[in-house]
């Protein structure tokens, strides 16, 4: 009796085992709505201790993974998220206040509003090689011809060593902070798009 009653726990040992070994090890992907939750954590833990204020609510996280999955990327290890991006369309020159909050389909912009990583997962490089990855992606997006984004003074040189260009101080202000508004150029990117698994 004995064994009859172990077998069953070594079958559930082993199931989750092979389960979790059939996870990628590393996989780059379009959020989903169901990817808000650990978005949100993810993201209020790195704004919140700098800053004190998230890019995004929960709410408007749900909101652009709704509209826009496309323009977002996330960076899972073993299953779990370790960062991210989120993107929106945009149709003007210059981002705005609005820019914040809505989604413009059919844009030749896209709008990163956050790029965040894992606390357990900083100083290993892995907030230049999403982003990276991300700019690669958009680059092959039939229309999308320009990235922009704003960032405070700190972080200007991170996105200049990206290729990002400064345009100069946003017109958009959060909670008295100031920041910068840069832009990456998309286009032109013909070569990399024919090399490459667009």
């Known amino acids: 009796a004995t064994s009859i009653d172990a077998a069953p726990t070594c079958l559930l040992t082993y199931s989750l085992q092979q389960r979790r070994h059939t996870l990628p090890a590393s ?21 919140i201790s700098v800053s004190g204020e998230c890019p995004l609510t929960l709410d408007e996280v749900l909101n ?16 779990q998220l370790v960062a991210f991006i989120i993107g929106s369309g945009w ?26 990583v894992h606390r357990h997962c ?19 997006m039939p229309g999308l011809r320009r990235a922009l984004l704003i960032c405070e003074d700190f972080l ?8 990002f260009k ?3 101080p946003s017109a958009i202000t959060v909670s008295n902070m100031h920041f910068q508004e840069m832009e990456y150029t998309l286009s032109g990117q013909a070569y990399s798009r024919r090399n490459s698994d667009c």
Not at 27 to 47: C, H, K, M
Not at 67 to 75: A, D, F, I, N, V
Request: one cysteine or more.
């Open 122 to 140: 900083r100083q290993q490089g892995k907030g230049s090689i999403i982003l990276w990855r991300y700019l690669q992606y958009v680059s092959c």
């Open 64 to 79: 652009f993974l709704g509209q826009c999955p496309e323009l977002s990327l996330g960076w899972f290890e073993e299953g």
């Open 166 to 168: 400064e345009i100069g």
């Open 27 to 47: 996989e780059f992907r379009n959020l989903t709505p169901q990817d808000a939750i650990s978005v949100f954590e993810i993201e209020r833990e790195a704004f």
């Open 91 to 116: 149709d003007k020159e210059r981002l705005s206040q609005e820019a914040m909050t809505q989604h413009v389909p059919d844009s030749s912009t896209v709008h990163i509003h956050v790029l965040s």
């Open 156 to 163: 200007v040189p991170f996105y200049l060593k990206a290729g």
